[in-house]
């Protein structure tokens, strides 16, 4: 018993010490501190993401060696594109970038995967308009992301394959021919 009166009595100390004017003020201080940092650091890393989002274009070339792919498919060149989220900040003009980029490459095959607009295709239609000049001796491919979903991919997939982009959902398609061939699939 005299253990819980002493632990209430310090309890009763804590709270009056707590409620006078010095730390109200300090706590005040400190949380409007914590606010500013918190509110500093979300801008600074907003702003590091817009500055990113509307650099330059990140390109990697990246050697696959496969044991058993076919000699004759050897140097076969795939351009991958992702993640180009064309919409209210990347219009037409990137877009327009993004295919003279991957056409300077010389591509056998283009595979856009996924999150490729932010926005209906009645509102992007002019947008992503370059997309058909893309080229590649194998074709242009598609396979949806989350943002085709949340942008109306059922809107969306017929409006692509009007620029020449076949959608693959949940199927196959072969490249190439007899011996020198892989499949090549799209899941949604």
Do not use: K
């Not at 990140?58 to 498919?73: M, Q, Y």
């Amino acid at each position: 018993l005299l253990g819980t009166l002493a632990c209430a009595d310090v309890a009763r100390a804590a709270g009056r010490a707590a409620m006078s004017p010095i730390n109200a003020e300090r706590r005040t201080f400190l949380a409007r501190l914590l606010g500013g940092a918190a509110a500093a650091i979300t801008t600074a890393a907003g702003a590091i993401g817009v500055r990113a989002a509307l650099g330059p274009i990140a390109g990697r070339d990246v050697r696959v060696r496969l044991a058993r792919l076919p000699r004759a498919l050897d140097g076969l060149t795939i351009v991958q594109l992702t993640d180009l989220h064309v919409g209210p900040t990347l219009g037409r003009a990137f877009v327009a970038e993004v295919v003279t980029r991957t056409n300077a490459l010389t591509p056998d095959l283009v595979a856009i995967t996924g999150d490729l607009v932010d926005g209906s295709p009645e509102r992007l239609q002019d947008a992503v308009a370059p997309l058909a000049e893309l080229r590649a001796r194998h074709g242009v491919y598609f396979v949806t992301g989350n943002h085709e979903y949340y942008s109306g991919a059922d809107a969306w997939l017929p409006a692509l394959a009007r620029l020449g982009i076949r959608t693959l959902r949940n199927e196959r398609v072969t490249i190439g021919a007899g011996a020198a061939a892989f499949d090549l699939a799209g899941v949604d």
